[in-house]
């Protein structure tokens, strides 16, 4: 089992049925996580057969950056994992700080029909040390913390959940990389059970649902998960969220030329939402090669923006990051892997 995916209280458990005092699971977290130690032998207040244990009963490999490119406010980071296989980050530089965009899973089962990450259908779970290690390795390279968390990345969160929920809450851990709870944001397609169970895990985290369309029809052409949760079920469990935890949620909503953008989507995406504790984010579309859709015209992004602000809506458009260096989720991913 790798130590990075390992949450203290787990590490307490291990050394209490082993005789040991639960503090010892403390240390080893302050080497990793504050003086970053690659190697248990390192960790020069446990002692050598406490070392030499952890070495026998825990792996420190990590995952490797690939590849990285980079523009003026972002950088895009190509991570390869122990079996091969490839997943993505995206460092963004903005005015309160830096954040990363992690991914959950190799690949993605969603099927969005304008996501890149869908195309290539998902290989696996990312198991909770990968997460934790693409917040390690972006802050080695970058010699800075980050402040902010977004699981954004490749994958769905909610078909990962349970190494999410870990990954969360070790990086979430003041004697971990110690990111708190309301810098850190979960995005779903909208798997209704999971956001149910969230409500419960009273955890601080922020949820933004992709939302994309305001009807079931044109939900259904563009995610299928709409088939299996449709939007009346999603609204009503978001409701349910938003009363139990009392937590603004976010509803993202990607611009595509065409398909999503007109007046009477916007109007009914006011409608559709009206009264909630919500906000919009529209987000401006990262084309790609293998994706028949455009992204809208600045213009056209404002004009939806004024109706929504019009019913009286919170509305933001998300500030763009790395469009010239593959910033699509799966973009770099799909050259690597060629498919």
């Known amino acids: 089992m790798n130590i990075y995916g390992i949450k203290r209280v787990d590490l307490e458990d291990y050394f209490i049925k082993q005789g040991e005092k639960k503090f010892k699971a403390l240390q080893v977290y302050e080497w990793l996580y504050q003086h970053r130690v690659n190697s248990f032998f390192s960790m020069t207040n446990i002692k050598k057969e406490w070392q030499e244990q952890l070495s026998h009963d825990f792996s420190m490999v990590r995952i490797k950056i690939k590849k990285k490119q980079e523009d003026k406010l972002s950088k895009k980071y190509l991570f ?79 078909d990962n959940y349970e190494n999410v929920m870990d990954f969360i809450k070790i990086i979430n851990d003041a004697k971990g990389i110690a990111i708190g709870a309301r810098h850190i944001t979960i995005s779903t397609c909208g798997i209704v059970p999971k956001i149910q169970e969230l409500a419960k895990e009273e955890l601080q985290v922020n949820l933004a649902i992709s939302l994309h369309a305001p009807t079931n029809e044109l939900r259904n052409r563009l995610m299928p998960v709409n ?33 999503n953008d007109s007046d009477e989507c ?22 790609t090669n293998h994706m028949e859709f455009k992204r809208s015209s600045k213009e056209q992004v404002m004009h939806f923006y004024d109706i929504l602000k019009k019913h009286g809506l919170s509305v933001t458009i998300r500030k763009e990051f790395g469009r010239n260096i593959d910033a699509a989720c799966g973009q770099l991913r799909s050259k690597e892997v060629k498919v």
């Open 266 to 287: 916007a109007h009914t995406l006011a409608r559709l939402i009206k009264g909630m504790n919500v906000y919009v984010n529209l987000i401006p579309y990262n084309e």
């Open 80 to 158: 390869l994992l122990a079996d091969s296989n490839y997943v993505e980050a995206v460092l963004m530089e903005h005015d309160y700080g830096l954040s990363i965009c992690v991914s959950s899973e190799v690949g993605c089962n969603m099927g969005c029909a304008f996501c890149e990450s869908g195309r290539l259908k998902k290989v696996r779970n990312l198991e909770a040390y990968e997460m934790v290690e693409q917040i390690l390795l972006v802050e080695e390279d970058i010699k800075e913390r980050i402040s902010s968390v977004v699981i954004m990345g490749i994958g769905e969160p909610f």
């Open 227 to 259: 088939k299996a949760y449709s939007l009346d079920l999603l609204m009503g469990t978001i409701k349910e969220y938003i009363q139990i935890t009392n937590r603004r949620v976010t509803i993202e909503y990607v611009m595509l030329n065409g398909v």
